[in-house]
């Protein structure tokens, strides 16, 4: 049991996310999570802007489930499976965050300078929620998968443009996490 | 009742996002700094993993729960859409710390705040239908 509550080692971890793929291929699915986003914009109507979201939007009810299924399991892990051990970043991480005002890194899943309610309703907070979201969903639907869809799906099926999504992906993240971070937050 | 198996795999999905920390804002910045192996151990495991599977699927012919023979889409080729969609989709992983699935698994954990990320990449993937025709593919 100790084993379970404890934070889960990278290759006990990531040979599981393998087999949620082949779960899903084995349904006749594929495992893709931002596919979801461009199902509730149908759902909500969005077949009357673009055909784009003009599907049988009741085909992907599946992976409406396999959401759902995934949100539960974030609170059976939290509230059930853990011993809230803060998490063991690089101390190099924890002090260069530091300095940009994020204390107490990895005592929790999310920096509060971000998540909490007192910075999410001021201006700036509430800025760089919707920006992010923003960018995830564009960014996303654009090259037509995430790291579910790209990163491991694709690569492990020995897609070329699944690389060069990934190479996108670390691009924008590179530029955000030493460039841009800075210049939010310093 | 068909639905019950995916939403048991939704289940495993999200408790090993949660155990693994790769839902975690410190633990992706930690990756995009090089300062850790942790992410790059698990999204390397996984796929090293998933390509000897896919590799023997495809070679076994392996059939799926419907008894046909298992074929996974192939990407659509391109070269433009995968680098810019995938540089502006980076730019909001390393800002909110999350993709497309830790997003739902988060609230789950009782970040409710996430919700506003989730609303605005609904939007963004709206505005991305309606722009399609005029962006670069």
């Known amino acids: ?186 | 009742m068909k639905f019950i198996k995916f939403f048991l795999v939704g289940i495993f999905f999200g408790i090993v996002l949660v155990k693994s920390e790769a839902v975690s804002w410190y633990r992706i910045i930690e990756m995009f700094k090089f300062q850790s192996f942790h992410m790059y151990g698990i999204i390397g495991s996984a796929v090293v993993l998933g390509g000897l599977g896919v590799w023997l699927i495809k070679k076994m012919k392996v059939k799926n729960i419907d008894g046909k023979v298992i074929q996974i889409p192939p990407k659509e080729r391109s070269f433009t859409r995968y680098l810019f969609g995938g540089s502006i989709f980076g730019l909001g992983w390393a800002l909110a710390g999350a993709c497309p699935g830790p997003m739902y698994i988060l609230v789950g954990t009782g970040v409710f705040s996430m919700l506003i990320v989730i609303a605005a990449a609904i939007l963004g993937t709206f505005a991305y239908g309606v722009l399609k025709n005029k962006l670069p593919h």
């Open chain 1, 1 to 186: 049991m100790e084993f379970i509550l404890q934070p889960w080692p990278w290759y006990v971890s990531g040979p599981l996310i393998a087999i949620v793929m082949f779960s899903l291929i084995y349904f006749g699915k594929t495992f893709g999570m931002s596919s979801n986003l461009r199902t509730l914009c149908t759902i909500g109507g969005a077949g009357k802007y673009s055909d784009f979201f003009r599907f049988d939007w009741k085909a992907q009810r599946w992976n409406l489930t396999v959401v759902l299924g995934a949100l539960i399991g974030g609170f059976i892990a939290v509230y059930l499976l853990s011993d809230h051990r803060p998490i063991a970043l690089n101390p190099q991480t924890v002090a260069d965050l530091s300095e940009l005002g994020f204390k107490d890194a990895g005592q929790s899943l999310l920096p509060p300078e971000i998540y909490d309610w007192d910075y999410v309703l001021s201006i700036k907070g509430m800025g760089i929620l919707i920006i992010a979201g923003f960018l995830v969903g564009f960014g996303t639907r654009y090259a037509g998968g995430c790291t579910s869809g790209h990163a491991i799906t694709g690569l492990s099926n020995f897609q070329l443009p699944s690389l060069i999504a990934v190479i996108g992906f670390f691009i924008g993240g590179l530029l955000m996490t030493h460039f841009l971070l800075p210049l939010i937050f310093g």
